[in-house]
């Protein structure tokens, strides 16, 4: 059953979240457990208050057109409503956690529910919110879509938020009802609407097209051809990229899965579900040494318990002692009775019989009709049951790794015990750990002073930058001028924003104003793209001077420089 479900309001989700930040601050970050801990305070304190009332079901748009072969818009919508509202601060529900709760409910994967059907099924994944809409077309190639918000918690039903555009720019229809759905639901928002318009400018929506039509696909096999012509289109596209690959490694195309998901770069948000994969890839096709590079890499950034446990897996197969791993994922997940089962054989080989005896019977308490688990435990027995070989005693004694010297570990019956391996992924597990780090970051910014809120928040906007996040990077640079409207490290960040939108003028007016406020290299620089891009070439120079002369060593603007002075311009 989805964690999602809940029949209560005191759903496991809200639990999930506390485990996560546990997992999170007290494995990786213990600078911050103690906020980690003020985070995840009981129902009703203000640190719960923090990341409750931000959970979104966004239900597929219905198709009020006629003409059926436009029913692939209907989950355009949930997929572009779910990246904006996630990159906006709320937490959809993906679209795998929708389709599991219909099937748990017994619901059709297609059913229109009614509002008294959506109100049920919101209470049961509990959503604070719910997102319902429709779109039309016309003949003149037009399509309208109107969409209104479900308030769960004080139930009520927001006005619709209507659009409309020519069908070729139907990503910006998408994006402009992101936008007002997100100012809907918080009134506080201030990212601008043509940050959410700029989100889509790289992506062609025949590639978009392709992509969706591959979601909706049931069968690896009917899902690749799509997907495979949205990367062609569109190969910066993450998310057909990283579908393109669970979808190669759902169709046991390891190889293709590998080289795939490894396209994806690290900084990219959907790297850590990639690596998983990527990990699972590596492991299938017996390159264990690659596959454990690929899940530590997640677990330096997520450390939950299925990545770590993957992890120790893959050391395993290279004759590498992985107790520690393993030990971490019992304690982050003591339930699952697999992580004791690979403690066991790794204490096993040790030699450590009483400890591995307490780990395989935690394994069978949890699993009695585990069959290997039984195998396992009588082989323990058996170990303890015969004196300790003197090689194993004095490898032990001189420090030796046990599991050098006992590389395997055969019953008479000839059973020998592999460690397992979790070979499914909790895409909502990822996405609730990053929203809880997200949220306990905040948290810890807010206890700063106020000039060092501005800091960070400008730091975060200037990494989010580099990665690509506009919408991401705006909302931290709008909170850095909520604090500080004179910060100019701020407007200069909100210059480079609009720049990316394409808004040249707003982007002048805003690297203007943070020169006014304080001289910086990152507003001089804006001013020198926009006079280049201008062919004012003079003045270009200008601005380049003067931010080397604040950034001698700025690689942007030695970059620039020599573009001028391919040109002909020499910086003054």
Request: glycine share 4%; net charge neutral; with cysteine.
């Given at each position: 059953?989805p964690?999602f479900?809940?029949?209560?309001?005191?759903?496991?989700?809200?639990?999930?979240?506390?485990?996560?930040?546990?997992?999170?601050?007290?494995?990786?970050?213990?600078?911050?457990?103690?906020?980690?801990?003020?985070q995840?305070?009981?129902?009703?304190?203000?640190?719960?208050q923090?990341?409750?009332?931000?959970?979104?079901?966004?239900?597929?748009?219905?198709?009020?057109?006629?003409?059926?072969?436009?029913?692939?818009?209907g989950?355009?919508?949930?997929?572009?409503?779910?990246?904006?509202?996630?990159?906006?601060?709320?937490?959809?529900?993906?679209?795998?956690?929708r389709?599991?709760?219909?099937?748990?409910?017994g619901?059709?994967?297609?059913?229109?529910?009614?509002?008294?059907?959506?109100?049920?099924?919101?209470?049961?994944?509990?959503?604070?919110?719910?997102?319902?809409?429709?779109?039309t077309?016309?003949?003149?190639?037009q399509i309208?879509?109107?969409?209104?918000?479900?308030?769960?918690?004080?139930?009520?039903?927001t006005?619709?938020?209507?659009d409309?555009?020519?069908?070729r720019?139907?990503?910006?229809l998408?994006?402009?009802?992101?936008?007002?759905?997100?100012?809907?639901?918080?009134?506080?928002?201030?990212v601008?609407?043509?940050?959410?318009?700029?989100?889509?400018?790289n992506?062609?929506?025949?590639?978009?097209?392709?992509y969706?039509?591959?979601?909706?696909?049931?069968?690896p096999?009917?899902?690749?051809?799509?997907?495979?012509?949205?990367?062609?289109?569109?190969?910066t596209?993450?998310p057909?990229?990283?579908?393109?690959?669970?979808?190669?490694?759902?169709?046991?195309?390891?190889?293709?899965?590998?080289?795939?998901?490894?396209?994806?770069?690290?900084?990219?948000r959907?790297?850590?579900e990639?690596?998983?994969?990527l990990?699972?890839s590596?492991?299938?096709?017996?390159?264990y040494?690659?596959?454990?590079?690929?899940?530590?890499?997640?677990?330096?950034?997520?450390?939950?318990?299925?990545?770590?446990?993957?992890?120790?897996?893959?050391?395993?197969?290279?004759?590498?002692?992985a107790?520690?791993?393993?030990?971490?994922?019992?304690?982050?997940?003591?339930?699952?009775?697999?992580?004791h089962?690979?403690?066991?054989?790794?204490?096993?080989?040790?030699?450590?019989?009483?400890?591995?005896l307490l780990?395989?019977?935690?394994?069978?308490?949890l699993?009695?009709?585990?069959?290997?688990a039984t195998?396992?435990?009588?082989?323990?027995?058996?170990?303890m049951?015969?004196?300790?070989?003197?090689?194993?005693?004095?490898?032990?004694?001189?420090?030796r790794?046990?599991?050098a010297?006992?590389?395997?570990?055969?019953?008479?019956?000839?059973?020998?015990?592999?460690?397992?391996?979790s070979?499914?992924?909790?895409?909502?597990?990822f996405?609730?750990?990053?929203?809880e780090?997200?949220?306990?970051?905040?948290?810890?910014?807010r206890?700063?002073?106020?000039a060092?809120?501005?800091?960070?928040?400008?730091?975060?906007?200037?990494?989010?930058?580099?990665?690509?996040?506009s919408?991401e990077?705006?909302?931290?640079?709008q909170?850095?001028?909520?604090?500080?409207g004179?910060?100019?490290?701020?407007?200069?960040?909100?210059?480079?924003?609009?720049?990316?939108?394409g808004?040249?003028?707003?982007?002048?007016?805003?690297?203007?104003?943070?020169?006014?406020?304080?001289?910086?290299?990152?507003?001089?620089?804006?001013?020198?793209?926009l006079?280049?891009?201008?062919?004012?070439?003079?003045?270009?120079?200008?601005?380049?001077?003067?931010?080397?002369?604040?950034?001698p060593d700025?690689?942007?603007?030695?970059?620039?420089?020599?573009?001028?002075?391919?040109?002909?311009?020499?910086?003054?």
């Amino acid at each position: 059953m989805p964690h999602f479900l809940s029949q209560t309001r005191t759903s496991p989700l809200r639990t999930r979240f506390a485990a996560c930040i546990a997992v999170l601050f007290l494995i990786a970050l213990p600078e911050l457990a103690s906020v980690a801990q003020a985070q995840t305070a009981t129902p009703g304190s203000n640190g719960a208050q923090n990341y409750s009332g931000r959970l979104v079901l966004v239900l597929p748009f219905e198709n009020h057109s006629g003409d059926s072969s436009l029913d692939w818009i209907g989950e355009s919508f949930t997929a572009i409503l779910n990246q904006r509202l996630g990159a906006a601060g709320f937490l959809p529900i993906s679209r795998e956690d929708r389709m599991n709760a219909m099937e748990h409910l017994g619901l059709p994967k297609d059913f229109k529910p009614s509002r008294a059907t959506t109100f049920r099924v919101a209470q049961t994944m509990d959503a604070d919110y719910v997102i319902i809409g429709s779109y039309t077309t016309t003949q003149d190639k037009q399509i309208s879509a109107q969409a209104q918000v479900l308030q769960v918690r004080v139930p009520s039903m927001t006005q619709p938020v209507v659009d409309s555009t020519p069908m070729r720019r139907l990503l910006d229809l998408e994006n402009a009802i992101a936008w007002k759905l997100a100012s809907t639901m918080d009134p506080n928002y201030s990212v601008a609407e043509e940050t959410f318009l700029a989100a889509s400018a790289n992506l062609q929506l025949s590639a978009f097209e392709d992509y969706i039509r591959g979601l909706i696909q049931a069968a690896p096999e009917d899902r690749i051809p799509h997907l495979k012509m949205a990367v062609q289109i569109s190969p910066t596209y993450t998310p057909a990229v990283l579908a393109l690959g669970r979808a190669y490694y759902d169709d046991q195309q390891y190889d293709k899965a590998a080289s795939t998901l490894a396209m994806i770069p690290h900084e990219n948000r959907q790297a850590l579900e990639a690596g998983f994969y990527l990990g699972l890839s590596y492991f299938n096709s017996g390159q264990y040494a690659k596959a454990e590079n690929a899940f530590a890499f997640v677990a330096t950034q997520l450390p939950l318990p299925e990545v770590v446990n993957n992890q120790g897996v893959a050391a395993s197969r290279q004759g590498k002692d992985a107790g520690a791993l393993f030990e971490r994922a019992c304690n982050a997940d003591p339930l699952n009775p697999d992580y004791h089962y690979n403690f066991a054989i790794v204490l096993l080989h040790r030699k450590d019989l009483k400890d591995a005896l307490l780990e395989v019977q935690q394994t069978l308490k949890l699993r009695p009709n585990d069959n290997e688990a039984t195998q396992l435990q009588q082989l323990i027995q058996k170990s303890m049951a015969t004196p300790a070989a003197p090689a194993a005693n004095s490898a032990a004694s001189a420090g030796r790794p046990a599991a050098a010297t006992t590389s395997t570990t055969v019953a008479a019956n000839g059973f020998q015990p592999v460690e397992r391996i979790s070979r499914t992924y909790s895409e909502a597990s990822f996405r609730q750990a990053a929203f809880e780090l997200d949220q306990v970051r905040a948290m810890h910014i807010r206890r700063l002073p106020v000039a060092r809120q501005v800091q960070s928040y400008v730091a975060q906007g200037t990494k989010y930058l580099a990665q690509g996040l506009s919408l991401e990077a705006e909302r931290e640079f709008q909170a850095a001028l909520k604090m500080d409207g004179n910060s100019a490290a701020a407007h200069a960040g909100l210059a480079q924003v609009r720049v990316h939108n394409g808004n040249a003028e707003e982007a002048r007016k805003e690297a203007q104003l943070s020169l006014q406020l304080k001289p910086n290299a990152t507003a001089y620089l804006v001013l020198a793209r926009l006079d280049l891009r201008a062919k004012q070439l003079a003045a270009a120079a200008k601005d380049v001077s003067q931010a080397l002369q604040l950034e001698p060593d700025n690689a942007d603007a030695k970059g620039m420089q020599t573009a001028l002075a391919a040109q002909g311009e020499t910086i003054p």
